[in-house]
């Protein structure tokens, strides 16, 4: 492996790489799934390789703490089977919300790797105040059988944690490369001759595109 090859863990849900370090050259499989240990847990992911440094892009909200071992057809088979679990666990939080009337949206189901742990991202209406989820937490954590962590993320988390396609076409910037979200204004798209337009100036988050702040001052 040449000096410049870094290695990391892409875990199994958002494309969170936690880089890896200490390791024997002669002992890691590229492209190998591996069981791993984070702050958060027991966890499934598979080792990366990346040529020019680590990219920008690395995981913030998980730090990995070591690598257990790698993965049997065993431990595939039960990664597959959490898919399964998170879009029925989905589904029924977002049953479990409209019961309680709550101003929420559900964004995601995630599941640790043992399932004794499910975190639930949500976001807040527009002008909503959501007073207490106690009640819905517990809830939860009787359906999943599992520790629920509910988690708030707002439009711009959303699409940073999901990614997807920019109006350019490219992979958004938030989810590829950007470390943390460009501070943009309204006055920074109408300095550059632009109207404020959902469909130009918007970006799959609802807010201002990052973007718009490359070329501002220039």
Known sequence: MGESLKLGIKLRKFNRVCPITGYRE??????????VQTDRGIEYGEI??????YPKTLSRDVQLKKVVRYATAEDAAKERSIEVMELDSYA????????YELPIR????????????????YRVGENKKV???RDFSRDLSALFSARVDLRQISPR?????FGGLGPCGRG???????????????????????????????GVCGRLMCCLEYEHGK
């Open 26 to 35: 002669e002992s890691i499989k590229v492209g190998s799934p591996v069981i």
């Open 48 to 53: 990366v390789s990346f040529l020019r440094g």
């Open 92 to 99: 029924k939080a977002v049953q479990k919300a409209a019961e």
């Open 106 to 121: 559900i964004i995601n189901i995630e599941y640790l790797f043992d399932t004794s742990r499910a975190v639930v991202y």
């Open 131 to 133: 007073a207490n989820l």
């Open 157 to 161: 988390d959303e699409a940073r944690l």
């Open 172 to 202: 958004l910037c938030c989810s590829v490369w950007l470390e943390k979200p460009r501070h943009v204004t309204v006055k920074m798209a109408k300095e550059q001759g632009l109207s404020i337009s959902p469909t130009k100036t918007a």
